[in-house]
């Protein structure tokens, strides 16, 4: 039997831009809608569901934030903002109203496609219920509540193990700083970011093969965290956007109304330690 293509759709009002990422997404194997306004892009997602969602900020009829409320008002699928908004309160905003992730303009079309397969790989997980995952050397067993590093069990502390699970169930996806101060430690540390930091370098402690150097535990710097799978997200090298804003072979260069091109993603350098905490956490 054939396997059913992934679909994707994609809403930003510049045609330049849909026609790099059609593109992109084509070469990668997925099925393209596109829509250019807030409207249409309600419409198609309502009318004929995909499996991902790419959204632009910048839409002519109404602001891209408002087309994601909408959305996550009945829809858990996959969904990354695409904007040339680079403020970090932006970033945290987006992402507490419920997008998967959020990619900076100018972006590299390979990795919005990893980006990309990571989202719809957490919602996969999170419909099947799987018990196990894996990020390189890292598994976690949800159901025995078991951590082990190169098949050696790992010994975590109770709020360890609670702030790797939930950076676990959402892998791949930036989880917001109070997203995670909430569930662990409760509402009333929301601000007590400091706490992260002494927890993550714990953490990197015991599952990373260099701590100061992380490859699994990723720090976005004023947003949040991510866990990052391992497995690569495609077969197929896409087009990438160049860095002096030429075109890539095979995909026209996307440019903004003032010439500048659209297109590197949400990367912050990962980085660790606990300066500036004045205080400590409560016990683990």
């Not at 045609?15 to 829509?35: K, N």
């Amino acid at each position: 039997m054939t396997e059913i293509p992934s679909s994707v759709l994609v809403v930003d009002d510049e045609v330049q831009i849909r026609r790099f990422l059609r593109t992109g997404f084509e070469l990668d194997g997925f099925t393209v809608q596109e829509a250019e306004t807030g409207a249409e892009a309600l419409r198609a997602a309502t009318l004929k569901p995909s499996d991902l969602v790419i959204l632009d900020l910048n839409l002519p009829d109404m602001d891209g934030a408002d087309v994601l409320e909408r959305l996550r008002a009945w829809s858990t699928v996959p969904l990354i903002v695409l904007s040339v908004r680079a403020n970090e309160a932006e970033k945290v905003r987006l992402l507490e109203l419920g997008a998967d992730d959020y990619v900076v303009k100018p972006f590299g079309m390979a990795e919005l496609l990893a980006r990309a397969h990571s989202a719809m790989r957490r919602q996969l997980r999170a419909s099947r219920g799987e018990p196990v995952v894996k990020f390189g050397p890292l598994s976690i067993d949800f159901a025995a509540r078991a951590v082990f590093i190169n098949d050696q069990r790992v010994t975590l502390t109770p709020k360890e193990y609670r702030l790797l699970q939930i950076l676990a169930q959402h892998s791949g996806n930036v989880v917001t700083h109070q997203f995670l101060l909430r569930e662990v430690w409760g509402n009333e540390h929301l601000d007590d970011t400091h706490y992260l930091r002494i927890f993550v370098r714990k953490l990197r402690r015991k599952i990373e093969a260099d701590p100061t150097q992380p490859s699994i535990l990723l720090t976005e710097l004023g947003v949040g965290y991510r866990l990052v799978m391992s497995d690569p997200p495609a077969n197929v090298a896409p087009p990438q956007v160049a860095p002096g804003g030429g075109p890539p072979q095979g995909a026209q260069n996307p440019q903004d109304p003032h010439g500048g091109p659209h297109g590197g993603a949400l990367g912050g350098a990962a980085r660790g330690g606990a300066h500036g905490a004045s205080s400590s956490p409560p016990a683990a």
